[in-house]
């Protein structure tokens, strides 16, 4: 086994996990990826009582950050907004004596209940994930992180009718390991609209 060069963080956020198609299992999932840290914000702040030291220690031993969540109002769900506003301090993530984040990654993994259709000129949402998630790739540049696009799975309410959900937890694992393992094509990734691991080989061989 390789060596891990990378911890990754996820910090995943759903307010109704019992109705959960693939955000849940995503989690699950991840939760035995070697390297990587799970951490389910409303099981452990149910009154939003954010511990922002533990918080930010937990952020500087990790290389990645990612936010795991269903797309709520063309956002995330309000608890990871209430963690950045906490944890994101001036001092620590950015500004004078900040810069704690610099050189991480970052990046939102999420599902839509809309089809991949609906999304980008034409679509009735018009703008595509990455452009609606636009304040999360500003955070990440306030920040000094490197912005990589979102990993998306559209139409999660069909998603298991359709036989996509078990394809999408192998992806998402492939792309965790290769995180981990520092085998992921960074410099490609970004340019991209969206993360696909899959159809634009950003893994390089292990
Ligand atoms: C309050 C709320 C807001 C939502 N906003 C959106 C949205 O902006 N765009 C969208 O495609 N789906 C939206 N949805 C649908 C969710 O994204 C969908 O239910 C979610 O992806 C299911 O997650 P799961 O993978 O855990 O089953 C919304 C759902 C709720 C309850």
Redesign the pocket.
């Known amino acids: 086994m390789a060596p891990l060069r990378n911890k990754v963080l996820i910090l995943f956020a ?1 307010p ?1 996990p019992r ?6 299992p995503m989690a699950r999932v991840a939760e035995w990826v070697p390297g990587v840290t799970l951490v389910d914000l409303y099981a452990d702040y149910p009154n939003l009582d954010i511990d922002v030291d533990a918080e930010q220690a937990r952020l500087r031993e990790h290389g990645t950050l990612i936010f795991l969540h ?5 956002s995330t769900p309000a608890m990871l907004k209430e963690w950045q506003d906490l944890v994101l301090e001036h001092g620590f993530a950015y500004g004078e004596g900040g810069g704690a984040l610099a050189g991480k990654t970052f990046f939102s993994a999420c ?4 089809g991949g259709d ?1 999304f980008g000129p034409g679509g009735y ?1 018009n703008f595509t994930v990455r452009q609606l998630l636009v304040p999360l790739e500003q955070m990440a540049a306030l920040c000094g992180m490197r912005y990589l696009p979102p990993f998306v799975l559209h139409g ?2 069909t998603a298991r009718a359709r036989g996509v959900v078990e394809a999408h937890l192998e992806v998402w694992e492939d792309l965790l390991e290769a995180l981990v393992h520092d085998r992921l094509d960074l410099e490609l990734a970004q340019q991209a609209d969206r993360l696909d691991p899959a159809r634009r080989r950003l893994i390089a061989e292990g």
């Open positions: 759903h109704s109705r959960s198609q693939v955000v849940v269903p797309m709520y109002w063309y599902t839509t209940g809309a609906a949402n999660s309410r």
